[in-house]
């Protein structure tokens, strides 16, 4: 073959090379683009007793339904979202005061939060929906088991807490949230503006104050429910222990060398074992 031939055959099969190249590309840059917690083509309000509460919907399947921690909102369970929306019909809330939910009159408890839930997944005309829910989501959860029991399929909650107290949290949580909560206050008196104090105020108060939850309480859960926590947690292990012992069906599981933030820091880990949870059937109950 000679030198002008040589030169085309390379160009030509150089060609569908870089068309599928840059084709590829455009798909990585699309996801890359996902602003969860700010997608328009995917987020929607629907008023809930008083509030106008925003969610994002993705995927298709299967409802599931993910709540996020105190301080945080929907862009901080993408990775979650971003997983399970393969094989469920992902329904992210941004809870009340964070995000784009709105704060509404009343103050913040976990009751309410869990209300905002089970009227949202009502509203779009759904039956019951997997859970998960991470820290102050997996709280609403386990309320949401408790009080809207028709509600939820199988729930898996990580780092919760059932009492504010030091039973269940070590020291080095409960003081700097009662800082905080006090900053809050102590800016409001102020009339500062340079942060949403309001909100900051009734977030911490929320944590510092709530929620208590008894074994009985948790006995009312009928559904299984995945405990999840780590060994280095900001939650007793023996506080997480009462919890998985007083839900009739439940399954724990607990992260070696892992701290609070497993299911951002080790989201890969976190989402394999709550997909795994929630498509087995529900184990241990005959060993009790």
Not at 203 to 228: A, T
Not at 252 to 268: G, K, M, N, W
Request: include cysteine; proline fraction near 5%; charge should be positive.
């Amino acid at each position: 073959m000679n030198k002008f031939w040589m030169q085309l055959f390379k160009r030509t099969l150089l060609i569908p090379c870089l068309i599928l190249f840059l084709g590829s590309g455009d798909i990585l840059g699309q996801e890359k683009e996902i602003q969860y917690g700010n997608n328009q083509d995917a987020g929607s309000f629907l008023k809930v007793g008083k509030v106008n509460i925003y969610y994002e919907s993705y995927g298709k399947g299967e409802p599931l339904v993910i709540l996020h921690g105190n301080g945080n909102s929907i862009k901080d369970m993408r990775h979650q979202i971003s997983f399970f929306s393969k094989e469920y019909h992902v329904i992210a809330i941004d809870s009340r005061g964070r995000g784009k939910s709105e704060l509404g009159p009343d103050s913040l408890t976990y009751n309410i939060l869990a209300e905002d839930v089970a009227g949202l997944i009502k509203g779009l005309g759904l039956d019951s929906a997997y859970v998960i829910g991470y820290s102050d989501g997996g709280i609403i959860a386990l309320i949401l088991g408790i009080n809207f029991p028709e509600s939820v399929k199988k729930m898996a909650v990580y780092g919760v807490n059932v009492t504010p107290d030091r039973n269940a949290l070590y020291p080095s949580f409960i003081e700097p949230t009662k800082r905080k909560r006090i900053q809050a206050e102590e800016m409001l008196a102020k009339r500062d503006t340079t942060k949403n104090w309001k909100v900051i105020q009734q977030r911490y108060r929320m944590v510092e104050f709530q929620p208590w939850l008894s074994s009985e309480d948790l006995g009312r859960i009928k559904v299984p429910v995945l405990v999840l926590s780590a060994d280095r947690d900001i939650i007793k292990l023996d506080h997480t222990l009462f919890i998985y012992k007083s839900i009739p069906k439940a399954n724990l599981c607990i992260f070696p060398d892992a701290t609070h933030r497993v299911p951002r820091e080790q989201p890969e880990l976190f989402n394999i074992t709550v997909e795994k949870y929630f498509r087995q059937p529900f184990r241990g109950e005959e060993i009790r």
